[in-house]
């Protein structure tokens, strides 16, 4: 197959099968300017390596598509997913209202039995500082307060949905859950030090800001060989499905949190946060950008200098991050984290 890079015009041979081993779309930097090229194959010449086909839609299996039926297909998948429950919605339109009470709040929770139960669970845990003595949800709203509740709200009705098991990313059931919730904990460690009105923001972006991975992943399954063998190589995991499908999972996210009744500055701290020099950069992108790569860090004590992560400069520099302080918020977030699964 004759390929033309568009930037230098500099002609390449490639074999098609060669090509279509790493998917029917796919970038890749060109041998001499560097500049990216992109192929899309044509989807019914060969057959896919078809792992693992779609649950239950009408449509292609997903190692089928590719180009714009993909993108479609992709975006369709999003209202496979499930809404996050209707209390979360609900008590966050209350809260938005200034003369709501506990009581209304206390209400509006227990219209969803499960969620409340939940809810108190993780209230009697031993971070909130009132282990077993939560008896109702008022009870909690009172002695945590409004914002703090809403918080365990979030943590419960995002449980569910965030546990599922990700053949595509190699991952089972609770590793994203963990990460997710790592993540908002050092996110809101951040906020607290650095500005504390952007706290439940903070909290609640880290909490959903990998919620992409969840529609991504049959699409990765199905086409797991060229996957693994671009991460074997070496390449970030959203790099990877960039190259494989053309998206990666934080641009997909502004069309889940539309499902999910997201409000928008949280929106653009979600969708960029492998990418904040995409954006017009503002605290809560930087945040919720740090807090992501500090819970990668491998191994905290062995880090010598900040330049061995992989942090946005204008980020760290709007922050004003250094070693102590992520030290700092990272062991906030373990203990945290540990404290809360423990209690569910
Ligand atoms: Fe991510
Ligand atoms: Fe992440």
Redesign the pocket.
């Known amino acids: 197959m004759k390929i033309i890079c568009p930037h230098c015009s500099r002609g390449y041979t490639i074999p098609e099968e060669r090509i279509r081993q790493y998917g029917l779309h796919v970038i890749f930097p060109c041998p001499s300017c560097k500049g990216n090229i992109e192929i899309r194959l044509n989807q019914h010449a060969t057959p896919q390596s078809s792992p693992s086909p779609a649950p239950s839609q009408n449509r292609h299996s997903p190692s089928e598509e590719s180009g714009i039926d993909l993108r479609k297909s992709i975006i369709a998948a999003v209202n496979d997913l499930p809404s996050m429950p209707q209390v979360a919605q609900h008590v966050r339109r209350l809260i938005s209202d200034k003369n709501c009470t506990f009581s209304e709040i206390a209400r509006a929770i227990e219209t969803d039995q499960a969620i409340a139960a939940r809810v108190l669970k993780i209230a009697n845990s031993a971070y909130y500082g009132v282990m077993g003595t939560v008896t109702s949800i008022q009870h909690a709203a009172m002695i945590l307060g409004i914002k703090t509740l809403n918080q365990i709200l979030e943590i419960a009705c995002s449980a569910a949905v965030l546990s599922k098991r990700l053949p595509g990313y190699g991952q089972e059931s609770g590793v994203l859950w963990r990460h997710s919730l790592s993540v908002a904990a050092c996110a809101r460690a951040i906020a607290k030090r650095r500005n504390p009105n952007l706290i439940d923001d903070a909290f609640s972006a880290g909490l959903i ?2 919620c ?2 969840l529609v991504l992943d049959r699409y990765l399954a199905a086409r797991a060989d060229a996957f693994t063998k671009l991460l074997q190589e070496g390449k970030k ?2 790099e990877a499905e960039r190259i494989v499908l053309g998206f ?3 641009s997909l996210a502004a069309s889940i949190c539309e499902k999910w009744d997201i409000p928008k500055q949280l929106v653009n701290a979600i969708q960029f ?2 990418s904040p020099s995409l954006i017009q950069i503002n605290e809560l992108v930087a945040i919720v950008h740090l807090a ?1 790569q500090i819970i990668h860090i491998d191994d905290m004590q062995s880090l010598q200098d900040i330049t061995a992560i992989d942090l946005d400069p204008r980020s760290v520099k709007l922050i004003g991050i250094d070693l102590k302080l992520i030290a700092l918020v990272r062991s906030e977030a373990e203990e945290y984290v540990n404290k809360t699964i423990s209690s569910l």
């Open positions: 800001h990998d992409g991975k995991v959203f990666d999972h934080a946060h492998h992501n």
